[in-house]
């Protein structure tokens, strides 16, 4: 192969890359629909290339053909790489992408906030592989959780369908159920080219994903890979084991939060009553002697109890002398004085409340009259009004009635003169008259008139219809008159020249 094959050029889509290898050097394969060829870059060529080989990419590769006994197999060894477009998948990637974007399925707004520490979580991956053991593995050193495991398959065919159905699955479980219904999902795979994880790409699992209701976690291939339900999940983790470390937190590292959050509480109380003891001390250092503190109102109190008496009897002097000038005033003639006044006060209200009423009814009474007669010469007048409005409708009426019979006998005598000048005017267009002139129409058996001699054969049934009646005949074609030829205007003989008779064409009207 080598000796028959010198430098090559390959058209194919990059799959199976995963970055440069820890030497430098870059393996991958080439593909098209119908082959596949493995490919090597070497560390120094892979470094002076101006366009790196990316993942699900079209190209042009430039290299040699070479051997490789250790898999007994032949590749590629890549000099030199030139782009050739997006490959078939990467272009159907793309366009159902914009096309679930577009419906919003990947919109921020329709992602849940995971559960901080959850109860139950549901993976949905193969039960073969290496990933549910790094997912238990990585469970059981952060903070162990009891998982449900629903078995699929996540490659080749029928694998879409299968994690659609895990997916609706896990969300159908009832709440309280004898399955208990988990508080989080995670969907995962390990690492592969693009049509190994074609499957996540698939629109089922993506729409399924979308609609789940419990909060989804989508771990698929390698930190590079990117599938459809990456987008469609709550959260994308780079890998399975990171999808583990995001559904729960560390155990030991909550335990030591917890214990720091008790330590310090209780160093803020101690510390609170610390203070709090000091400003009690402080403030009773600052407190007055209860002696001194008690010694002015004291004295206050004594100085009062000896003016009490005292000033009891000037207050008991002074409401006596006051007392007394009053009583002095008190007399009965005053007192009957007081009440003739009232008497007066009282006799002359009531006098002005008798002539005030009186006045008010007077003038209600005034009033009502007065509104009275409006309102009588007011129905007086609309009566009246009425009566003129009923008469000049009669009137009114009587118009319309006589213009109505004037007009419907124009119309009757309009109408009576067009029928009968359309009768007269169909009787002088009909074929009656001209048969009443002496003429006759010839009919054939079927009943249609027969316009030439041709028309007729021998024996052939006719009627004759006169002014009078049919007649029945019957052709017996043995007198055939020819057609005379039209004569020439030179072989035409003079006619006699008649007078000219006037001809009565009567009156159509």
């Known amino acids: 192969v ?54 699900g990419l079209e190209v042009i590769a430039t290299g040699k053909l070479t051997t490789y006994p250790g898999s007994s197999k032949y590749q590629i060894v890549i000099e030199a790489l030139e782009p050739a477009g997006v490959g078939a998948l990467m272009a159907l990637m793309e366009e159902r992408k914009k096309k679930l974007a577009a419906e919003g399925l990947f919109d921020e707004a329709r992602k849940q906030l995971l559960p901080w520490l959850p109860e139950v979580i549901g993976v949905v991956t193969s039960p073969t592989g290496a990933v549910i053991r790094d997912i238990l593995h990585r469970l059981e050193d952060r903070f162990p959780r009891r998982v ?47 049509e190994d994880l074609w499957s996540f790409n698939e629109e089922i699992v993506v729409r ?82 209860l002696s001194e503190l008690f010694a002015i109102p004291r004295q206050r109190l004594d100085g009062a109890a000896f003016a009490l008496p005292r000033s009891l009897k000037a207050n008991t002097h002074a409401h006596f002398r006051h ?34 009423t009186r006045s008010l009814l007077r003038n209600r009474s005034d009033r009502f009259n007065g509104l009275a007669i409006r309102l009588k010469a007011s129905r007086l007048s609309n009566a009246q009004a009425q009566r003129q409005a009923i ?74 219809e006169f002014a009078d009646g049919r007649v029945g005949v019957t052709a017996d074609g043995s007198d055939v008159m020819a057609t005379p030829k039209p004569a020439t205007p030179e072989q035409r003989p003079a006619a006699p020249k008649r007078a000219a008779k006037p001809v009565d064409q009567g009156n159509l009207f």
């Open 208 to 289: 399924a994903a979308a609609d789940s209701m419990i909060p989804l976690i989508s771990a698929v291939g390698h930190e590079t890979d990117v599938t459809l339900i990456d987008f469609a999940a709550d959260k994308r983790a780079p890998t399975p084991t990171a999808a583990a470390e995001m559904a729960v937190p560390v155990r030991s590292e909550l335990m030591v939060e917890v214990a720091s959050l008790a330590r310090r509480a209780t160093l803020c109380w101690q510390r609170g009553q610390e203070m709090r003891r000091n400003e009690l001390r402080a403030a009773a250092r600052a407190l007055p002697n």
């Open 391 to 464: 008469a000049r409708d009669r009137e009114r009426t009587l118009r319309l009635a006589e213009r109505a019979r004037r007009a419907l006998a124009t119309s009757t005598q309009r109408l009576s003169a067009r029928v009968a000048h359309s009768g007269q005017l169909l009787s002088a267009l009909s074929y009656r008259g001209v048969l009443a002139r002496g003429f006759a129409l010839v009919r054939n058996d079927a009943g249609h008139p027969l316009h030439a001699s041709a028309d007729v054969g021998p024996g052939a049934r006719m009627s004759i």
């Open 148 to 194: 449900l495991i629903w078995p699929v398959r996540v490659q080749g065919e029928g694998s879409a369908e299968q994690v659609a159905a895990a997916i609706r699955g896990f969300n159908a479980l009832p709440e309280g159920g004898r399955i208990p219904r988990p508080d989080l999902l995670i969907v995962a795979r390990g690492g592969g080219s693009l």
């Open 323 to 356: 007392f007394a000038g009053v009583s002095a005033r008190l007399t009965m003639r005053v007192l009957r004085g007081q009440l003739a006044q009232a008497r007066q006060r009282l006799t002359v209200s009531g006098e002005r409340i008798a002539l005030s």
């Open 2 to 55: 080598e000796d028959a094959y010198g430098h090559v050029r390959v058209r194919g889509e990059i799959t199976g890359f995963r970055g440069a290898h820890a030497s430098g050097h870059c393996y991958f394969a080439l593909k098209d629909d119908g082959a596949k060829i493995e490919a090597v870059i070497w560390k120094g060529v892979h470094y002076r290339m101006r366009f790196k080989p990316q993942e």
